[in-house]
């Protein structure tokens, strides 16, 4: 019988780990832990790099119990690394509490989008991994250690793509559960969004900003502003609102996406693109996304429109979004505000390497982080200019995990790590 391959959810990537373990329980993960070689943990496998790849044990925790401990009076809950965002938000909203934002879709582990510093938009908002105050996790010894925020090696600790070891459980932080409308625009000008970035991108609680790079043209603004704020004028520099609902992707089914038209209704039903009892985006494809300073939004935008051409072929749809900036040693929003500049592409690597190659030509010079679990072609020296707090980390994994034991050929291709 041919065995089934284990990849990751786009299907680009094909785990072959010499050991594959479903752990049930924090001890099992521990022993697992103690005797291994070498150790990655598969999340939702929603990275289309080969960040969670391995040639050791590679663990998923996806059977470890499911709890979601909600502290009202603090205003936090504590996960299991089996939670996936669509377990933690329905929990929290029903104690009258939210997360500050969620990425596109519900379906990514927390302790996975926490790892690679994911992100939602919103000028005003960091990126989710922010959000965590408390991190559970097994060093390569097999011992349970916790570090909270304020320890010294916490902001090096919670966006480490499982370098820092194996997070069982985390601490998010919350706010009180709120409202949120959602409104799409059609046809914003590309020259109104480069000239207005600020306020356009700020406008809302969130905004992302869809475009196909085939004509000077936002195809579609998606604002989703809190519930209680005054709706948008009906021409919204040059755009007009949308006569029906959207999907990000044209073609693909409507009711796949979060309800819009100004609908009224709570945060977790409203700020991710797709709903969860549904696939999210297309399934068939390749993601890649780039993060710089807001400052450059418009000189950036305006160098991405320029080899457009030689890009636009292998694109589905492409993502403008805004991220606050944050202390996390190795997050691509690290000490900056960003624009997010994200591509979904084709799902073929043969047409998406030229492409990708143009396109991050085009932002050389703007400081542009890559997203760690999407795709990218940027080498070791250009990755590691990036990250102003890289040696830090690194001397942070030197004594954490001094055989390198959670190092893959993913990390250890950019980062000077042991192993
Ligand atoms: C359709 C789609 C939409 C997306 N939308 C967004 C978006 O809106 N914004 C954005 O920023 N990104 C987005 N992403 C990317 C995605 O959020 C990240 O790749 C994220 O890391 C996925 O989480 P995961 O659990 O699937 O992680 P995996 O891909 O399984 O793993 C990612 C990393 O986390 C590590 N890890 C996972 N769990 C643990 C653990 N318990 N302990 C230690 N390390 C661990 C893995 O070892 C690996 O290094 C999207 C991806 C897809 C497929």
Same mark, same amino acid.
Request: charged fraction near 20%; include cysteine.
């Given at each position: 019988?041919?065995?089934?391959?284990?990849?990751?959810?786009?299907?680009?990537?094909?785990?072959?780990?010499?050991?594959?373990?479903?752990? +049930?329980?924090?001890?099992?993960?521990?022993?697992?832990?103690?005797? *291994?070689?070498?150790?990655?943990?598969?999340?939702?496998?929603?990275?289309?790099?080969?960040?969670?790849?391995?040639?050791?044990?590679?663990?998923?925790?996806?059977?470890?119990?499911?709890?979601?401990?909600?502290?009202?009076?603090?205003?936090?809950?504590?996960?299991?690394?089996? #939670?996936?965002?669509?377990?933690?938000?329905?929990?929290?909203?029903? #104690?009258?509490?939210?997360?500050?934002?969620?990425?596109?879709?519900? $379906?990514?582990?927390?302790?996975?989008?926490?790892?690679?510093?994911?992100?939602?938009?919103?000028?005003?908002?960091?990126?989710?991994?922010?959000?965590?105050?408390?991190?559970?996790?097994?060093?390569?010894?097999?011992?349970?250690?916790?570090?909270?925020? /304020?320890?010294?090696?916490?902001?090096?600790?919670?966006?480490?793509?499982?370098?820092?070891?194996?997070?069982?459980?985390?601490? =998010?932080?919350?706010?009180? *559960?709120?409202?949120?409308?959602?409104?799409?625009?059609?046809?914003?000008?590309?020259?109104?969004? &480069?000239?207005? %970035?600020?306020?356009?991108?700020?406008?809302?609680?969130?905004?992302?900003? %869809?475009?196909? !790079?085939?004509?000077?043209? &936002?195809?579609?603004? !998606?604002?989703?502003?809190?519930?209680?704020?005054?709706?948008?004028?009906?021409?919204?520099?040059?755009?007009?609102?949308?006569?029906?609902?959207? $999907?990000? &992707?044209?073609?693909?089914?409507?009711?796949?996406?979060?309800?819009?038209?100004?609908?009224?209704?709570?945060? $977790?039903?409203? =700020?991710?693109?797709?709903?969860?009892?549904?696939?999210?985006?297309?399934?068939?494809?390749?993601?890649?996304?780039?993060?710089?300073?807001?400052?450059?939004?418009?000189?950036?935008?305006?160098?991405?429109?320029?080899?457009?051409?030689?890009?636009?072929?292998?694109?589905?749809?492409?993502?403008?979004?805004?991220?606050?900036?944050?202390?996390?040693? =190795?997050?691509?929003?690290? +000490?900056?505000?960003?624009?997010?500049?994200?591509?979904?592409?084709?799902?073929?690597? @043969?047409?998406?390497?030229? *492409?990708? *190659?143009?396109?991050?030509?085009? =932002?050389? /010079?703007?400081?542009?982080?890559?997203?760690?679990?999407?795709?990218?072609?940027? +080498?070791?020296?250009?990755?590691?200019?990036?990250?102003?707090?890289?040696?830090?980390?690194?001397?942070?994994?030197?004594?954490?995990?001094?055989?390198?034991? %959670?190092?893959?050929?993913?990390? @250890?291709?950019?980062?000077?790590?042991?192993?």
């Amino acid at each position: 019988m041919t065995p089934t391959k284990l990849t990751n959810w786009a299907g680009n990537v094909v785990f072959e780990p010499e050991r594959y373990v479903r752990a +049930g329980r924090v001890e099992q993960v521990q022993e697992l832990v103690a005797g *291994a070689r070498r150790v990655r943990v598969l999340g939702s496998g929603h990275s289309f790099s080969q960040v969670a790849a391995t040639d050791g044990l590679l663990l998923s925790l996806e059977d470890l119990p499911l709890e979601v401990d909600v502290d009202t009076a603090a205003a936090t809950a504590r996960v299991t690394a089996s #939670a996936r965002f669509a377990h933690v938000m329905p929990a929290l909203h029903a #104690a009258g509490l939210a997360l500050h934002n969620t990425g596109s879709l519900p $379906h990514i582990s927390v302790a996975g989008a926490a790892a690679t510093g994911t992100h939602g938009s919103g000028t005003g908002n960091p990126c989710l991994a922010a959000a965590v105050t408390g991190i559970e996790l097994i060093g390569p010894d097999g011992s349970l250690r916790t570090l909270s925020a /304020g320890d010294d090696d916490f902001d090096g600790s919670v966006i480490a793509m499982g370098l820092a070891g194996v997070v069982t459980a985390l601490t =998010l932080r919350a706010q009180p *559960a709120f409202d949120v409308r959602q409104y799409v625009y059609d046809d914003l000008p590309l020259d109104a969004l &480069i000239s207005n %970035f600020d306020e356009i991108m700020g406008s809302a609680y969130s905004v992302s900003a %869809f475009t196909h !790079w085939r004509r000077p043209v &936002i195809d579609m603004l !998606w604002r989703k502003q809190l519930a209680g704020d005054p709706v948008a004028p009906a021409s919204y520099f040059g755009a007009r609102p949308a006569d029906g609902p959207r $999907h990000p &992707i044209a073609g693909m089914p409507t009711e796949n996406a979060t309800q819009q038209l100004g609908v009224p209704g709570p945060w $977790h039903e409203r =700020l991710p693109h797709f709903r969860f009892e549904f696939t999210p985006s297309r399934g068939d494809e390749l993601q890649s996304e780039f993060l710089l300073p807001v400052e450059q939004a418009g000189a950036a935008l305006a160098a991405v429109n320029e080899v457009a051409p030689r890009f636009a072929d292998a694109l589905q749809v492409a993502e403008i979004r805004t991220v606050a900036g944050d202390d996390l040693w =190795l997050s691509p929003c690290y +000490g900056r505000t960003t624009v997010a500049l994200h591509f979904t592409w084709v799902d073929d690597l @043969r047409v998406v390497a030229p *492409a990708l *190659a143009a396109l991050e030509g085009a =932002l050389e /010079g703007f400081d542009a982080r890559p997203h760690w679990g999407k795709v990218f072609g940027l +080498g070791r020296e250009r990755v590691r200019a990036l990250y102003p707090r890289l040696a830090d980390f690194e001397k942070l994994v030197a004594r954490v995990d001094p055989a390198g034991k %959670f190092t893959n050929d993913f990390t @250890r291709t950019y980062l000077e790590l042991a192993g």
